[in-house]
């Protein structure tokens, strides 16, 4: 069963994703700051990482950073999940190198293809 953490710190966008996912069989791990995900990829290695860009603490770019300069977790698929969807921010979340982009409020379809697209 893969594991997805998400990165997310408004309470309704997390327990939608997670029941999302633990409906189509997927194990989650959840985390409200960047600091956090950040932690909790380098003890889970999850198969993917759903990051929301606007987080307490760093930003969802500088955790995606962070879980990137690490050896262990370099290769875990990030995608970032954000109500910023100007084609400005878009385009810098992107330059960042994230794997994919979701915007808020959530599309299913897209949200379900993409996580099957990842892990």
Known sequence: MKLVLIVEDNDK???LARDVLQVRGYRTLEAATGEDGVRLALEHKPD?????IQLPGINGVEAFRR??????TARIPIAALTASVTPTDRGEIMAAGFDAFLSKPINLKEFLATVQRLV
């Open 13 to 15: 966008n997390m327990k």
């Open 67 to 72: 879980i990137r300069a690490n050896a262990t």
């Open 48 to 52: 993917l990482v759903l990051m929301d």
